[in-house]
């Protein structure tokens, strides 16, 4: 899957300070199939790495909230985890 880029919110925070900046995500996609590897890829230009996603996933099943840092190389674009 790929992102839907109405459910997306670039750059919500942080834009004109040079820290990282604070995006949203929703979608019926579980937290696993958007936390894949390259699923931001078609945003890559909005994304500098350090930058923080929240994601809402409204999945039946491994659905849920969480807070994610990117991580852009090129155009591809993976997320870690936040504890």
Same mark, same amino acid.
């Given at each position: ?7 997306? &919110? $670039? ?16 979608? &019926? ?7 894949? &590897? ?10 500098? *790495? ?6 809402? &996933?409204?999945?039946?099943? $491994? ?7 990117? *991580?852009? *190389? ?10």
């Amino acid at each position: 899957m790929t992102i839907d880029t109405k459910n997306w &919110s $670039g750059n919500i925070a942080g834009v004109g300070f040079g820290g990282p900046m604070m995006h949203t995500y929703s979608s &019926s996609d579980t937290l696993a199939t958007i936390a894949g &590897s390259g699923y931001f890829n078609s945003v890559a230009d909005e994304i500098t *790495t350090g930058d923080v996603i929240y994601v809402y &996933s409204s999945a039946a099943s $491994g659905g849920g909230g969480k807070m994610y840092r990117m *991580t852009r *190389t090129v155009n591809t674009v993976t997320l870690t985890a936040l504890s």
